[in-house]
């Protein structure tokens, strides 16, 4: 399962990082508003991708994506606190820190929707 989360992650970290350096680069936008803008663009990819291939779930989908917006917003927070401080206090560039940003809310987003999104199909599988 960890394997198709990665390979589904793939594609929306593909999706989100163009969308981050499209606001960031082209459009100019700040660091922020890019990174919170790639990460709603590919949300509902990722949420279909994971329910259908991920997880396999045939839960109620209004109910399973509520969980999910939960989720991506716990893990895109945490993420995104990780981005400030590495950009502003650590001045680490921007594109480093939003790669490093993306990886962890990559581990957590696996974590929490294994355990609360999916958890009933992640149990069964075990």
Known sequence: ??????????INTGISFLVIL?????????YGIAYFMGYVI???N???M??????????????EFKNFIIVF????????????????????GVIISIIISMMIY???GYFLNKNIVFSAISKAKI
């Open 42 to 44: 590919a949300l509902i």
């Open 46 to 48: 990722s949420f279909f």
């Open 106 to 108: 990559t581990f957590i």
């Open 1 to 10: 399962m960890i394997y198709k989360y990665i390979g589904v992650g793939l």
């Open 50 to 63: 994971n329910k259908r291939y991920t997880f396999q779930s045939n839960g109620h989908w209004k109910k």
């Open 22 to 30: 499209l606001f960031f680069k082209f459009f100019e936008f700040k």
């Open 73 to 92: 917003i716990i893990a895109y927070s945490i993420s995104h606190i990780f981005l400030y401080l590495m950009v502003e206090w650590l001045n680490i």
